[in-house]
């Protein structure tokens, strides 16, 4: 009998591979074979993982809307003594994903939770981007409501961390639209299908990222890996500039030409006039 198997009423969670099925760890191999039962995001894709590192377990599903239900289930069972394994369709379960509900209702009751390390998308997204990995945040996946995927974006704007988000094909170009708009033109890299036969990386700006991407059909899961934001010029240090690099100040930032002369002559207390005439003049 194996460490893991003395640790009767326990919940294991246990990453699994995000493409590359050699990902998976010994340890993560280890759990499965010895755990009473495993709950699963979509059991039929997780039986083909199963299957083909040869492991027959009893299988219940848990997903965003049975969450409730089977939660209570699956630690009901565990609290009679049997070990558990909770995965995810790919990566590391609770991770954007239903199993933090579980996670959470087994503190509640008192069941141990283990963690099994292995792969996480986001983090091997950042890793390889070029960008800041000293301070990030993680901020998921974008809502569809183009409302609440703003106010999300809205919220992170002036975060001086790097960000990372998750993005299905399908919403990359509105989300990289988005993301332009809000946050002007920054270094993004992009991570596509991850340990995967099409794996791509690729480091860029978000201009040149929308710009790409209105032509080309995005493939794949993705990952977006954003510098974090500049830190804000104090409004005496913008007036110290000459006029047109306060001017470009913020058409960097991307913001419009028109609306960077407004702010501009916002800052210097003159009329936004008498700004567009002296920097057309000087161009």
Same mark, same amino acid.
């Given at each position: 009998? !194996?460490?893991?198997?003395?640790?009767? &009423?326990?919940? @294991?969670?246990?990453?699994?591979? +995000?493409?590359? *099925?050699?990902? +998976? !760890?010994?340890?993560?191999?280890?759990?499965?074979?010895?755990?009473?039962?495993? $709950?699963?995001?979509?059991?039929?894709?997780?039986?083909?993982? *199963?299957?083909?590192?040869?492991?027959?377990?009893?299988?219940?599903?848990?997903?965003?809307?049975?969450?409730?239900?089977?939660?209570? @289930?699956?630690?009901?069972? +565990?609290?009679? &003594?049997?070990?558990?394994?909770?995965?995810?369709?790919? /990566?590391?379960?609770?991770?954007?994903?239903?199993?933090?509900?579980?996670?959470?209702?087994?503190?509640?009751?008192?069941?141990?939770?283990?963690?099994?390390?292995?792969?996480?998308?986001?983090?091997?997204?950042?890793?390889?981007? &070029?960008?800041?990995?000293?301070?990030?945040?993680?901020?998921?996946?974008?809502?569809? #409501?183009?409302?609440?995927?703003?106010?999300?974006?809205?919220?992170?704007?002036?975060?001086?961390?790097?960000?990372?988000?998750?993005?299905?094909?399908?919403?990359?170009?509105?989300?990289?639209?988005?993301?332009?708009? !809000?946050?002007?033109?920054?270094?993004?890299?992009?991570?596509?299908?991850?340990?995967?036969?099409?794996?791509?990386?690729?480091?860029?700006?978000?201009?040149?990222?929308?710009?790409?991407?209105?032509?080309?059909?995005?493939?794949?899961?993705?990952?977006?890996?954003?510098?974090?934001?500049?830190?804000?010029?104090?409004? #005496?240090? *913008?007036?110290?500039?000459?006029?047109?690099?306060?001017?470009?100040? @913020?058409? #960097?930032? /991307? +913001?419009?030409?028109?609306? $960077?002369?407004?702010?501009?002559?916002?800052?210097? &207390?003159?009329?936004?006039?008498?700004?567009? #005439?002296?920097?057309?003049?000087?161009?």
């Amino acid at each position: 009998m !194996t460490d893991e198997q003395q640790k009767p &009423g326990v919940l @294991y969670l246990v990453a699994t591979p +995000i493409g590359n *099925l050699e990902d +998976i !760890t010994y340890r993560a191999v280890k759990v499965l074979n010895e755990v009473d039962f495993i $709950a699963a995001e979509d059991t039929r894709h997780s039986l083909k993982l *199963l299957n083909h590192l040869g492991i027959a377990k009893p299988m219940t599903s848990y997903f965003e809307h049975n969450i409730r239900q089977k939660g209570e @289930y699956i630690t009901e069972k +565990i609290l009679a &003594g049997e070990t558990a394994a909770l995965i995810s369709d790919a /990566g590391t379960p609770a991770i954007s994903d239903p199993g933090e509900d579980l996670v959470r209702l087994c503190h509640e009751k008192g069941i141990r939770v283990i963690p099994i390390p292995g792969a996480v998308a986001g983090i091997n997204a950042l890793i390889c981007s &070029g960008l800041s990995t000293s301070r990030f945040s993680f901020e998921g996946f974008l809502s569809v #409501n183009k409302k609440s995927r703003l106010d999300h974006l809205m919220s992170v704007k002036d975060s001086p961390y790097t960000l990372i988000f998750y993005e299905a094909p399908h919403k990359l170009q509105n989300t990289l639209k988005d993301m332009l708009e !809000t946050f002007g033109d920054r270094d993004i890299t992009i991570a596509r299908e991850l340990t995967k036969k099409y794996e791509e990386i690729i480091p860029t700006t978000l201009r040149q990222a929308k710009e790409y991407y209105s032509s080309n059909e995005p493939k794949g899961e993705y990952v977006l890996v954003i510098s974090g934001a500049e830190p804000v010029k104090a409004e #005496n240090e *913008l007036n110290a500039l000459n006029l047109l690099d306060h001017l470009s100040f @913020y058409i #960097n930032q /991307g +913001i419009e030409k028109k609306e $960077a002369i407004k702010k501009v002559a916002q800052d210097r &207390g003159v009329s936004r006039r008498e700004i567009y #005439n002296q920097t057309m003049k000087k161009e």
